[in-house]
């Protein structure tokens, strides 16, 4: 029985890794379309901004309305539709040719995007004994590093001989075979044990989130899930940019941000052997508050060897506090509102998401500092981790509701 649990259980993670790595792949490769596009199309800050920013638009209506459908049709149903809608929607803005065009696609991935990442974890968090959930989350949103990984592979080989279209196109095809996967995949337990009469409506789903009850949990997260999302997608969105206008050449950004991005596995490794043994809460914090410290000196390096180590420490603490924010979020909730409630403070961070993106290089147009820009991102880091260390309650291990 043992032996088959643990075969079910890798082949889960396997199955929804692979999504969430297409996902990655796919996130991680806009960053340097951003750059690419700006020569093709001749594209302003502000316009390439916009990109990223519509992107997470997508997300968060995405992890919205997603994570009240989850409570209602089924994790696997929802993992299935995001998923599809995902991969197509990626495909398509291959052929994209005018700047509008690409954002209304953008928009569409988004919400598969969007929609997909606390939905899947959650049907993970729901599927593995309590002593081991922390641990597998982490390792799913591990995921996400390798498929960085290979975005920026795709991205340094691909993108300078045969074009952006081809990096698309290649981020697409794999994410359809991840969909024929899912289609056998069971859903959770935990979900299927809910009778049907028990599921609430969802406007009684959105009441019961923000009942006195959830409020201060609801409220950390929420917090918690702005600041982390406002910062990442600022700061690695712009990487490549950044690096350019730090004075490198865009291959030669492409090189550096690779580098920066191999430290994302063993940040994901760390806190995945660490959050079953310190906690949620150390994790986070410790995690969160290397983060901010990072982006700082990230910021006002005047060096290429300070630049290339703040980078690495940003990549290896940023990714292994998503991997802790992913384990903490559905282990809050009863079953009856588990994914309406991660989709709904997924959904407010994606605001950040929006904001961050477009705030450098308005930030930038204004002559602010590149340093200046990177403070910003500390600070909000900083406050997402005083939010857990003063309102949140540890879950180690914590059977769900």
């Not at 093709?40 to 997603?66: H, P, R, Y």
């Not at 209602?72 to 005018?98: D, E, P, W, Y």
């Not at 809910?194 to 917090?223: G, N, Y």
């Not at 995690?287 to 060897?305: E, M, P, R």
């Amino acid at each position: 029985m043992k032996k088959t649990q643990e075969i079910s259980e890798k082949k889960l993670l396997g199955i929804a890794g692979l999504g969430w790595m297409f996902d990655a792949m796919d996130v991680g490769i806009l960053s340097f379309i951003i750059a690419a596009l700006q020569v093709d199309w001749n594209l302003t800050g502000k316009e390439m901004g916009w990109i990223g920013s519509v992107n997470s638009i997508g997300m968060a209506v995405g992890a919205f309305v997603f994570g009240l459908l989850a409570d209602r049709i089924g994790r696997k149903n929802v993992f299935i539709i995001t998923l599809l809608l995902f991969s197509v929607g990626s495909g398509v803005s291959a052929m994209a040719t005018t700047l509008s065009f690409f954002l209304l696609l953008r928009f569409f991935i988004g919400m598969g995007l969007g929609g997909e990442l606390p939905v899947a974890s959650t049907l993970v968090a729901e599927s593995v004994p309590a002593e081991k959930r922390g641990r597998v989350v982490v390792l799913l949103e591990s995921f996400w590093a390798a498929g960085w990984l290979v975005a920026a592979l795709i991205s340094y080989f691909v993108i300078p001989k045969f074009g952006w279209q081809m990096a698309l196109i290649l981020s697409a095809l794999p994410a359809l075979y991840a969909l024929y996967l899912r289609m056998n995949l069971p859903d959770s337990p935990r979900y299927l044990a809910v009778e049907k009469k028990e599921r609430l409506t969802i406007k009684e789903s959105i009441a019961e989130v923000w009942s006195r009850e959830h409020f201060k949990k609801t409220a950390m997260l929420w917090i918690l899930w702005f600041s982390v999302v406002f910062s990442y997608y600022g700061m690695f969105l712009w990487l490549p940019s950044v690096m350019v206008m730090k004075g490198f050449t865009l291959i030669k950004s492409f090189q550096y941000v690779l580098i920066m991005t191999l430290a994302q596995l063993p940040g994901y490794f760390t806190a995945a052997w660490l959050i079953e043994r310190a906690g949620r809460k150390f994790v986070l914090v410790v995690y969160l508050i290397g983060t901010a410290l990072s982006a700082y000196f990230f910021g006002t390096a005047d060096s290429l060897a300070l630049l290339i180590t703040a980078g690495v420490l940003l990549s290896f603490f940023n990714l292994g506090a998503w991997g802790a924010l992913y384990a903490y979020t559905p282990e809050q909730y009863p079953t009856t509102i588990r994914g309406s409630s991660a989709g709904m403070a997924a959904s407010f961070g994606r605001i950040g998401g929006i904001i961050g993106p477009l705030m450098v290089p308005y930030l930038s147009a204004q002559n602010l500092s590149i340093t200046a820009i990177f403070t910003i991102f500390c600070i909000a880091i900083l406050i997402g981790a005083a939010a857990v260390f003063f309102w949140g309650t540890e879950t180690k291990q914590k059977e769900l509701a």
